[in-house]
């Protein structure tokens, strides 16, 4: 698939997207991306992470997190393929996860609780797949932003935490539930993930209630992003950095989706972040 169709097919909140097939799922879901193996989490059709490994050894383990509002008819392979390939060539060890979400099809069955249990079960995981877990990067678009930077204070909201992150980068994050709900992101997408509007009764599910962080958090954000405003990465770093936490705000030039072109600009300022992570991890 060209990477403008994915793009394309990826516009979270377009009137009319076309909902994935349920043949063509599982047919993904039978055969990894390739160059990829596939480890389950759990016995679900979406429970699963895809392991893209670079020649020699792993500078590190990234964690790809797709976006889609949490949505069932948008997917690991489709929008976080690219960026693990991309990565895995660079010289990163990384786990494309894939998730339940909110929706029809095998994609679905998701929501609170059963999203974050996902990327939970799915990140320890790695503690098992023969690899240095001692660099572990979250590295989200849009709703995977959220994700992202939920998983790395999981541990101390109720959900395992075998494999610790130690860096986020969040690419247009959806990360205060309560602005977004109320700036009906996604027509409505959080109301339709948590089954109900967000409350401060939901700070176990909300980054900018989870404040401060424990670990570095680079938010990288188009300027031009019609589909999640630049100020939710804008007043997330605000509000972290008050707390005394560690945030960068890093805007780039484009919309929602340059942030994933491997091609773009800024996905090389994203390089640029991972190789910073490294060379300090190595020292």
């Known amino acids: 698939m060209r990477r403008r169709t994915v793009l394309g097919l990826a516009a979270l909140g377009a009137a009319g997207a076309v909902l994935t097939a349920c043949g063509e799922e599982e047919e993904r879901r039978v055969a990894p991306a390739k160059g990829a193996v596939r480890h389950d989490y759990g016995p679900g059709p979406s429970q699963y992470g895809e392991l893209h490994l670079p020649e020699g050894t792993p500078r590190g383990v990234v964690v790809v997190v797709h976006g889609g509002f949490w949505r069932s008819q948008y997917d690991a392979g489709s929008l976080g393929t690219p960026l693990a390939r991309d990565l ?30 996902d990327v939970a079960a799915g990140i320890d995981l790695l503690a098992t797949l023969d690899l240095d877990t001692s660099t572990v990067v979250t590295l989200g678009h849009s709703a995977g932003g959220h994700l992202a930077t939920w998983a790395a204070g999981r541990g101390a909201h109720g959900w395992s935490e075998q494999v610790p992150v130690t860096h986020v980068v969040s690419q247009a994050g959806v990360l205060d539930l309560r602005a977004a709900a109320r700036d009906y992101l996604g027509a409505g997408a959080v109301k339709d993930f948590l089954g109900h509007e967000p409350t401060t009764a939901d700070a176990r599910y909300d980054p900018a209630q989870q ?47 340059v942030v994933i072109d491997p091609a773009s600009p800024a996905w090389a300022r994203q390089v640029e972040i991972l190789d910073g992570i490294n060379a300090d991890a190595r020292g």
Do not use: I, K
Request: charge should be negative; hydrophobic fraction near 40%.
């Open 211 to 257: 404040l401060p962080l424990g670990v570095p958090v680079w938010c990288v954000h188009g300027t031009d992003d019609a589909n999640v405003p630049l100020s939710q990465s804008v007043d997330y770093v605000a509000r972290a950095q008050a707390a005394g936490g560690t945030a960068e705000l890093v805007e780039v030039a484009g919309d929602h989706f």
């Open 88 to 117: 895995a060539r660079r010289g990163w060890a990384a786990w494309n996860l894939e998730y339940r979400r909110v929706g029809p099809g095998l994609g679905g069955e998701g929501g609170a609780p059963a999203t974050f249990d």
